[in-house]
């Protein structure tokens, strides 16, 4: 990336900030002083502010426990975004790892790293995304059967899922498939309605119970590592 932009993203300054400290010979790549705003970089280059080293992260990876109300988006507007809660200098690069509607909550990936999110969301990979799922109604053995066999809905037919029965009004579903309200859609289809959704499980991640909604961590060397896999 251009040098002006590198130095910006470190949180080193304004893009018009960052430009005057180059122009002042105050910036140096790999022990020699450059100039120019437009030199290209990466994260190998050994950049410093005078004496002091300026470090981007090539890759980095948060789980996040997403909170009511907030979106899975990383476009500005009026509502809240999970990349607004994301306290990092990358955070423009930042993005979640698939959606969650605004009203569930619960475990959210979010990464710079567009090649790990592609293979995770790629449908012919068919990673299983599991839900804790409160319901206004009981749930019957029906239901659960209906669940694990595929529901018709308006515009596809359903996977099997696997269902288990954790309550009378609570059922944890998972499902290989992330369409539009899908979740709420397929209990709906069975005459009842989701009360509460919480996504808990997605991949190989599973999530980390301590986070409270709105907070985030980043994710250990092994989960990287499972994620990969």
């Not at 969301?121 to 319901?135: A, D, G, I, Q």
Request: glycine fraction near 6%.
């Amino acid at each position: 990336m251009r040098l002006d932009k590198y130095l910006a993203n470190a949180n080193l300054g304004s893009r018009k900030e960052v430009n005057k400290l180059i122009k002042k010979g105050e910036i140096s790549v790999n022990g020699e002083v450059v100039k120019s705003p437009k030199t290209d970089v990466g994260y190998d280059d050994e950049i410093f502010y005078i004496d002091v080293p300026i470090v981007l992260e090539e890759f980095i990876y948060f789980m996040m426990n997403k909170p009511d109300g907030v979106i899975s988006s990383t476009e500005e507007g009026p509502t809240e975004t999970v990349i607004d809660l994301i306290g990092h200098p990358q955070q423009g690069e930042l993005f979640p790892v698939g959606r969650l509607d605004k009203d569930t909550v619960g475990l959210m990936f979010i990464t710079n790293d567009g090649k790990l999110a592609h293979q995770l969301l790629s449908p012919k990979n068919e990673y299983w995304k599991t839900y804790h799922v409160t319901l206004r109604d009981e749930v019957t053995a029906a239901d659960i059967e209906r669940l694990e066999t595929g529901i018709e809905l308006k515009d596809f037919t359903t996977k099997p899922a696997k269902a288990e029965l954790l309550s009378p009004r609570e059922v944890s579903l998972s499902i290989t498939e992330g369409k539009f309200h899908q979740v709420k859609r397929m209990f709906l289809a069975t005459g009842n309605e989701v009360v509460k959704l919480k996504r808990t499980h997605f991949a190989a991640l599973t999530l980390d119970e301590t986070l409270r909604e709105g907070e985030y961590r980043r994710l250990t060397e092994k989960e990287i590592k499972n994620l990969s896999n």
